[in-house]
């Protein structure tokens, strides 16, 4: 495991401006990095093409506007299973890609992972992110610790660091806070640590004066700090930025649907022809992704088993009768003997964290079958 060196002290005082890690020759060497990283995964005689058909397809000429084809039209050209065929094989190459074999029951960044995650997902809501810039963040942070050893006294910095990359990639480029703005909040959460340590250890009659000096001291980050850090994570991470999440399964597979018409809920049948089903499945599905997050050892799952458990999971818990149809085997491409132990897993938790949820879902399905027949 190598190891980070957090604090870099040598900086100019123009490393304190806010908009520092956007400007000038870094500036250059990010964006034509990010734009190149997409093309990778391609030969260059395949960009070419790409290229040569969008510049040559009249429908796409800024002269005419009006005739540029709708997402369904060019579907109901090329054909949806085409479209759809595309689409998956797509997620799983770069499911494939990006890879889930460094995860590390013993990371040392565990004993703080649950503080840093609820923080991260606390900003993200103050940041108006999408829920999927969200999960990228804490998948950099955890793959970061995973591979690397880190000093847990930074981790807030790490874990904030990894949220900003995160919001670069995926977000708007007006989303992305100023440093100052990082430092600030990343300051103000650490300072809240220190003095709900310290209260704690003068709370402790055992404690002698040396843990409690030790308590007293604060690190103070500078926004060039966040500036060094970026870097550094980005290279440790290789530039491999673009991964496949549960949640971009999770939508594909809502799309396609997963409520059939032999599913009953309290008795009523025909449930994918109600307005609201996709609705409160993807709900649902948010819900069970928000547990996972929190629980490191989800990782050890790729990307579609999760996805695939999580939709089980939301119909076991809105009471959907059976809750594991066989038809969700040709949408979900796994069957329930794959999917069982990472599905009991995600289960007990589910029941430990809402146990009356749990048992009114488990009470439904009581004499019905878990997998439908044939």
């Not at 209260?199 to 843990?211: A, F, G, I, P």
């Not at 799952?301 to 149809?325: D, E, G, K, M, Q």
Request: glycine share 2%.
């Amino acid at each position: 495991m190598s190891t980070i060196n957090i604090i870099d002290t040598n900086y100019t005082d123009s490393d304190d401006n806010e908009n520092a890690d956007v400007n000038g020759e870094e500036k250059t060497k990010i964006s034509t990095t990010r734009s190149n990283y997409s093309a990778q995964s391609q030969t260059p005689t395949n960009c070419n093409n790409v290229i040569h058909i969008i510049l040559s397809t009249p429908i796409l000429s800024s002269s005419n506007k009006k005739n540029r084809w709708t997402l369904e039209e060019i579907t109901a050209c090329i054909g949806q299973k085409e479209v759809k065929s595309t689409y998956i094989s797509q997620l799983l190459l770069e499911e494939r890609s990006s890879g889930y074999n460094w995860y590390n029951a013993k990371s040392c960044h565990l004993s703080k992972r649950r503080e840093i995650i609820d923080w991260l997902c606390i900003l993200g809501t103050q940041f108006v992110l999408h829920k999927s810039t969200i999960y990228q963040g804490i998948y950099y942070f955890d793959k970061l610790c995973s591979q690397h050893e880190i000093n847990v006294m930074h981790s807030h910095m790490v874990g904030i660091t990894c949220l900003m990359i995160a919001m670069k990639w995926s977000e708007k480029e007006e989303k992305t806070p100023p440093l100052r703005c990082l430092a600030h909040l990343c300051n103000h959460e650490q300072n809240k640590q220190k003095r709900y340590e310290l209260n704690k250890t003068r709370n402790d009659e055992n404690v002698n004066k040396t843990n409690n000096n030790t308590s007293n001291q604060s690190i103070v980050y500078l926004p060039h700090h966040f500036k060094n850090l970026e870097l550094k994570i980005l290279n440790l991470l290789n530039w491999n930025l673009k991964i496949a999440l549960p949640i971009d399964f999770i939508e594909y597979y809502i799309f396609e649907n997963v409520v059939f018409s032999d599913d009953c809920l309290d008795g009523h049948c025909n449930l994918q022809n109600h307005p609201q089903a996709k609705i409160y499945m993807k709900k649902y599905c948010i819900f069970f992704l928000d547990i996972a997050c929190q629980e490191y050892c989800f990782w050890k799952y790729s990307s579609s088993v999760l996805a695939a458990v999580i939709i089980v999971a939301s119909r076991r818990a809105l009471c959907i009768t059976p809750f594991w149809n066989t038809k969700l085997t040709n949408v979900l491409e796994y069957s329930f003997d794959t999917l069982e132990s990472c599905f009991e897993n995600l289960w007990k938790l589910y029941h430990t964290r809402f146990p009356v949820d749990a048992l009114r879902a488990e009470s439904v399905h009581i004499g019905n079958n878990k997998i439908t027949e044939q």
